[in-house]
Structures are given as structure tokens and as C-alpha cells.
């Protein structure tokens, strides 16, 4: 059974910056598709951006394009998402997720991803 557990959250200032991590165990990392998510209060979950197993193809959503970078580590079995010149609006519980991959795809749909981390609060002060 895969277990994800994110960390690095916390309560900063606008403009500020946070790079989040989330470990996973109990599978083949480097088989694994991973996702990160966001939900804000009263709002759906919602895509932030996505990596491919090997880690050479990934996406974001608009609202971070330019200023959040995902990123993984096969061999610390980790995930990562820099997130820069933070919003207030970026305040939300930050998910990471993963799918086993039998191609080096993207996946950028809640639900195609059957494993989910427990999340990290991210809240932007202004």
C-alpha cells in the first residue's frame, strides 16, 4: 500500500516562498505518476501541477505557472513543489497524490489518482 506524507507547510507573507516535500512509501517510486492538489475552504479540490515517473515531463496550472516548480527525487522517493511569490489566494490544504504509471505520462485529474498524502495547510498572509 502506497503511503504519501507531505510537510514543509506553513504560514507566510505574500511574496514569501515554501517548498513543499511529500515522501512516499510502499511502492516503486520511480513507477509512480505524482500530482499536487489544492483545496481551499468552501472550494473544490482543485490541479496545481503534475510530474511523470522518470520526471522529465511535468505541468502546472495557470494560476502558479511562473512561480511554482515541481520536482522529484527517485532516489529519496520524494516529491517536491517550490512555490514562489506566494498569493494570498494560494492559501489552501496542499495534497500530493499518486498513480502507478505504465508510461512516462501525466496525470492532471483528481481522479485518476488513487493515493492521497493527509495534506499541508498553506496560508498566505497579505
Known amino acids: 500500500q502506497v503511503q504519501l506524507v507531505e510537510s514543509g507547510g506553513g504560514l507566510v507573507q505574500a511574496g514569501d516562498f515554501l517548498r513543499l516535500s511529500c515522501a512516499a512509501s510502499?511502492?516503486?517510486?520511480?513507477?509512480?505518476?505524482m500530482g499536487w492538489f489544492r483545496q481551499a475552504p468552501g472550494k473544490e479540490r482543485e490541479f496545481v501541477a503534475a510530474?511523470?515517473?522518470?520526471?522529465?515531463?511535468?505541468s502546472d496550472a495557470e494560476s502558479v505557472k511562473g512561480r511554482f516548480i515541481i520536482s522529484r527525487d527517485n532516489a529519496k522517493n520524494t516529491v517536491y513543489l517550490q512555490m514562489n511569490s506566494l498569493k494570498p489566494e494560494d492559501t489552501a490544504v496542499y495534497y500530493c497524490?499518486?498513480?502507478?504509471?505504465?508510461?512516462?505520462?501525466?496525470?492532471?485529474?483528481?481522479?485518476?489518482?488513487?493515493?492521497w498524502g493527509q495534506g499541508t495547510q498553506v496560508t498566505v498572509s497579505s
Open positions: 510502499g511502492g516503486t517510486f520511480s513507477s509512480y505518476a
Open positions: 497524490a499518486s498513480v502507478q504509471s505504465g508510461d512516462n505520462r501525466l496525470f492532471v485529474k483528481a481522479y485518476e489518482y488513487p493515493y
Open positions: 510530474i511523470s515517473r522518470s520526471g522529465n515531463i511535468y
